[in-house]
């Protein structure tokens, strides 16, 4: 008798479609993209402005992947940025919830919809440690084929990924989806056909030490309970509740200076570090 395929095989590809169909449904979700933590959050606008700084001078035609509502777009917008600006995303509700006055193709960033080398600058900003494992090299092959003479990438910087574990299928995993952690050496010789040519610290932010202890007790607390939080999905077997809201970043500064208050004091004693929060890397094309 003749087998036509391996069972594990099949089971194997059928839990990362499964997987592939829960991620981009949890993207879909339109009342995440209603809210505007980018715009009105001055870490947010710090990294927009690193990332702006960035840009090749010689640019006249930019393209942001995974532009979400098109925040990025909106930020150079509201500067007068002499550039042809363009935007993609995959989220139906993302681009309804556009911020921008760009035009935004709907489109995946393993299979991009424009020429060879028809926009001078790509930029992807904290895009590239949500992708999929199947879909990472195609991804940063597109973006090379993509750009002409410049890649702009933003991302954690050295991020510690507290995972979860889903009480119902067992699967581990980030609750914000990120997949993979970068730092310098990680950024280097990323992109087919281009060189790292510089990168750049962005919000460097105090960190006060026994926050972060409490931090990772939360963080084995929940694995040990397996509390799979509200705002997320398991990537697996779809287990989760609906989300009030969805915030793809470790937590932010608020806008303007909050009344100082009795912890705000206590915590002024407690000893502290400082990390960088995001780092930009800019590539430019060798071949």
Known sequence: MRRTGS???SSTRFVQERAQVIEADYYERASDWGLERHLENRDELLRFEVTTATISPKTERLLDIGTGNGAFLSFLEQRSVPMDLHG?????????????????????IDALPFDDRSYDTVTALEVIEHLPYAIYPKALAEMARVAASQILLSVPYRERRLMVVCPECKCRFSPIFHLRSFDEDTLEGLVPGFRLAQYEYVSTNVHWLLTDLATHVRGLRDRVKR???????????GYG???????TSSPLAPVGDSPRTLRSALLSWVPKVKRAHWIVASYERIV
């Open 7 to 9: 069972p594990r095989f």
């Open 88 to 108: 993609l995303e995959r989220s139906k509700a993302a681009i309804a919830a556009s911020r921008c006055q760009a035009k935004i193709t709907e489109g995946s």
């Open 227 to 237: 509390v799979v939080p509200r705002a997320t999905t398991c990537p697996q077997c």
């Open 241 to 247: 509740l609906q989300p009030q809201s969805r915030d």
